[in-house]
């Protein structure tokens, strides 16, 4: 009976046996492990040694003072290598005196520099580089002048100044013809082309004509000088045709730049002119310190430098007054490839054959009107009864110079009209008999004997009145005398007026 209760009392106590006794094993560990240890006090080394904590600052005071009393050793050094002689040695032999020859010198091959054969020049590209230069101008200006034509004839022109840059052209062409048979490329002008279009009155442009050059025709006992025309290239005159652009570039190139045109009359100078071209600018030299106030001064003239631009200039006589214009142009040049059947691209043998190439079209440019120079003016009146007549001064240009002549203002019909007109030539100084064109543009539409008008004192008077249509506008003139002193047609007349007096024979 005991031992079935024992049984029963382990049954029910294991669990808890077991547990105490791992609890035992742990509690021995702990305690022989790490309660019991001892602590290392020890640091890390001091000079080879390992120390305890407690002495750790002895220690280093100590090795700190050895080092300081270290003394260099006594024994004898190591030599350094003479590195520098060695390798003298080793370049120069000890018996290279008694060397008689060295040999021959080495030979290096080195590869020649590839370069690829030379195709041709493309026509197509020099044109690409023509094109991406145009005409710039610098003046437009529409005037009426007297020209030396026929001892002096009055024209309307319109003149245009541009430049050209031809030496840039030159350079972009060389670059392209670099490494060709070619030494050189020429540019030589054989036609300036010009556009011309008229301003109509909405501000809209009319259709574009091309500008005839002025031909002025040859002096008595000389011959008609022809435009040059390019020879044709058969393959085998090509020394002829270069030949025959060469005179052209030497001489006749510089009338197409600068067509030829009459002289024109200076009434400040009294002389002929050609006021497009401008005189060389002269600087005058100050006279040296000490000289007398007449003394000679003589003139440097300045030296324009030559950078490859060419002026271009033209004259168009075929306008009228009161109308403006735009005009544009562009240069033609003989084709540089003409003729050089060894430069021109092998894939395009008949480029060759090609005479001529344009630049591009300057901009376009539009210049003033030149003003209607026929002027008239309300200046008397005759009034006997039923008679009434108004009479009007009209004002022109001829022979260069201001001339007036009376006419009758008579309703229903245009003023003015054409007569023979005795007046001075201002070339020669003599009287001579000239047809003026005096015609104006106004109708008279009503005449008035009574118009009522206030005076400068402030009164009220009476003074003659025109009511004319011009251009499509009915305009009022009244008596130049009854005018007010400001009105610009008062001032108008006066400043004619005085011209004509002094232009009148004396």
Same mark, same amino acid.
């Given at each position: 009976?005991?031992?079935?209760?024992?049984?029963?009392?382990?049954?029910?106590?294991?669990?808890?046996?077991?547990?105490?006794?791992?609890?035992?094993?742990?509690?021995?560990?702990?305690?022989?492990?790490?309660?019991?240890?001892?602590?290392?006090?020890?640091?890390?080394?001091?000079?080879?040694?390992?120390?305890?904590?407690?002495?750790?600052?002895?220690?280093?005071?100590?090795?700190?003072?050895?080092?300081?009393?270290?003394?260099?050793?006594?024994?004898?050094?190591?030599?350094?290598?003479?590195?520098?002689?060695?390798?003298?040695?080793?370049?120069?032999?000890?018996?290279?005196?008694?060397?008689?020859?060295?040999?021959?010198?080495?030979?290096?091959?080195?590869?020649?520099?590839?370069?690829?054969?030379?195709?041709?020049?493309?026509?197509?590209?020099?044109?690409?580089?023509?094109?991406?230069?145009?005409?710039?101008?610098?003046?437009?200006?529409?005037?009426?002048?007297?020209?030396?034509?026929?001892?002096?004839?009055?024209?309307?022109?319109?003149?245009?100044?541009?430049?050209?840059?031809?030496?840039?052209?030159?350079?972009?062409?060389?670059?392209?013809?670099?490494?060709?048979?070619?030494?050189?490329?020429?540019?030589?002008?054989?036609?300036?082309?010009?556009?011309?279009?008229?301003?109509?009155?909405?501000?809209?442009?009319?259709?574009?004509?091309?500008?005839?050059?002025?031909?002025?025709?040859?002096?008595?006992?000389?011959?008609?000088?022809?435009?040059?025309?390019?020879?044709?290239?058969?393959?085998?005159?090509?020394?002829?045709?270069?030949?025959?652009? $060469?005179?052209?570039?030497? &001489?006749?190139? !510089? /009338?197409? =730049?600068?067509?030829?045109?009459?002289?024109? @009359? *200076? #009434?400040?100078?009294?002389?002929?002119?050609?006021?497009?071209?401008?005189?060389?600018?002269?600087?005058?030299?100050?006279?040296?310190?000490?000289?007398?106030?007449?003394?000679?001064?003589?003139?440097?003239?300045?030296?324009?430098?030559?950078?490859?631009?060419?002026?271009?200039?033209?004259?168009?006589?075929?306008?009228?007054?009161?109308?403006?214009?735009?005009?544009?142009?562009?240069?033609?040049?003989?084709?540089?490839?003409?003729?050089?059947? $060894?430069?021109?691209?092998? &894939?395009?043998? !008949? /480029?060759? =054959?090609?005479?001529?190439?344009?630049?591009? @079209? *300057? #901009?376009?440019?539009?210049?003033?009107?030149?003003?209607?120079?026929?002027?008239?003016?309300?200046?008397?009146?005759?009034?006997?009864?039923?008679?009434?007549?108004?009479?009007?001064?009209?004002?022109?240009?001829?022979?260069?110079?201001?001339?007036?002549?009376?006419?009758?203002?008579?309703?229903?019909?245009?003023?003015?009209?054409?007569?023979?007109?005795?007046?001075?030539?201002?070339?020669?100084?003599?009287?001579?008999?000239?047809?003026?064109?005096?015609?104006?543009?106004?109708?008279?539409?009503?005449?008035?004997?009574?118009?009522?008008?206030?005076?400068?004192?402030?009164?009220?008077?009476?003074?003659?009145?025109?009511?004319?249509?011009?251009?499509?506008?009915?305009?009022?003139?009244?008596?130049?005398?009854?005018?007010?002193?400001?009105?610009?047609?008062?001032?108008?007349?006066?400043?004619?007026?005085?011209?004509?007096?002094?232009?009148?024979?004396?």
């Amino acid at each position: 009976m005991a031992k079935t209760d024992e049984i029963k009392f382990l049954d029910q106590h294991m669990e808890k046996v077991v547990f105490g006794a791992c609890a035992l094993i742990l509690a021995y560990g702990v305690f022989q492990w790490v309660l019991s240890a001892p602590l290392r006090p020890e640091v890390p080394e001091v000079d080879g040694q390992v120390v305890p904590a407690t002495e750790l600052d002895q220690e280093l005071l100590s090795w700190a003072q050895r080092v300081v009393e270290r003394k260099p050793s006594k024994g004898r050094e190591k030599p350094v290598p003479d590195y520098d002689g060695e390798i003298a040695k080793q370049r120069q032999p000890a018996d290279a005196a008694t060397i008689a020859s060295w040999g021959d010198h080495r030979s290096v091959m080195i590869p020649p520099k590839q370069v690829k054969p030379a195709e041709g020049v493309r026509l197509a590209k020099v044109k690409d580089i023509l094109e991406t230069f145009a005409p710039v101008f610098t003046e437009l200006k529409g005037v009426r002048e007297l020209v030396d034509q026929e001892g002096g004839v009055d024209k309307l022109v319109f003149r245009g100044k541009a430049e050209f840059p031809r030496g840039e052209l030159l350079k972009a062409w060389n670059k392209e013809f670099r490494g060709s048979a070619m030494d050189e490329v020429i540019a030589v002008a054989v036609a300036v082309e010009i556009e011309r279009r008229v301003v109509l009155g909405d501000g809209q442009f009319g259709p574009v004509t091309t500008v005839t050059s002025v031909a002025i025709p040859p002096a008595e006992g000389q011959a008609a000088t022809e435009p040059f025309v390019i020879p044709d290239y058969d393959g085998k005159n090509a020394d002829e045709v270069r030949k025959a652009i $060469d005179t052209f570039s030497a &001489g006749p190139q !510089k /009338d197409v =730049l600068r067509p030829k045109y009459w002289k024109v @009359w *200076s #009434q400040t100078d009294s002389k002929w002119t050609t006021p497009w071209i401008k005189e060389p600018v002269v600087k005058k030299t100050p006279a040296p310190a000490g000289a007398g106030a007449g003394a000679a001064r003589t003139p440097e003239p300045v030296v324009k430098v030559d950078d490859g631009t060419i002026e271009l200039l033209f004259h168009d006589t075929d306008v009228i007054v009161q109308r403006k214009y735009s005009y544009r142009m562009r240069v033609v040049f003989v084709s540089p490839l003409y003729t050089h059947d $060894d430069v021109v691209y092998k &894939g395009t043998p !008949k /480029d060759a =054959l090609v005479k001529t190439i344009a630049s591009d @079209w *300057s #901009q376009w440019i539009t210049g003033q009107a030149i003003p209607r120079t026929t002027q008239y003016f309300l200046t008397s009146a005759q009034a006997m009864g039923a008679n009434k007549k108004l009479y009007c001064t009209i004002f022109t240009r001829s022979l260069g110079q201001v001339v007036a002549e009376r006419f009758e203002a008579v309703p229903g019909r245009i003023i003015g009209g054409v007569i023979s007109k005795k007046m001075k030539n201002p070339t020669t100084g003599e009287m001579v008999s000239k047809v003026v064109d005096f015609s104006t543009n106004a109708t008279v539409v009503h005449a008035d004997f009574d118009k009522k008008y206030t005076s400068k004192t402030g009164r009220t008077e009476n003074t003659r009145e025109m009511i004319c249509l011009e251009g499509g506008e009915l305009v009022s003139h009244i008596l130049v005398k009854h005018m007010p002193a400001g009105d610009p047609r008062a001032l108008a007349y006066e400043d004619l007026q005085a011209l004509v007096d002094a232009q009148a024979p004396r």
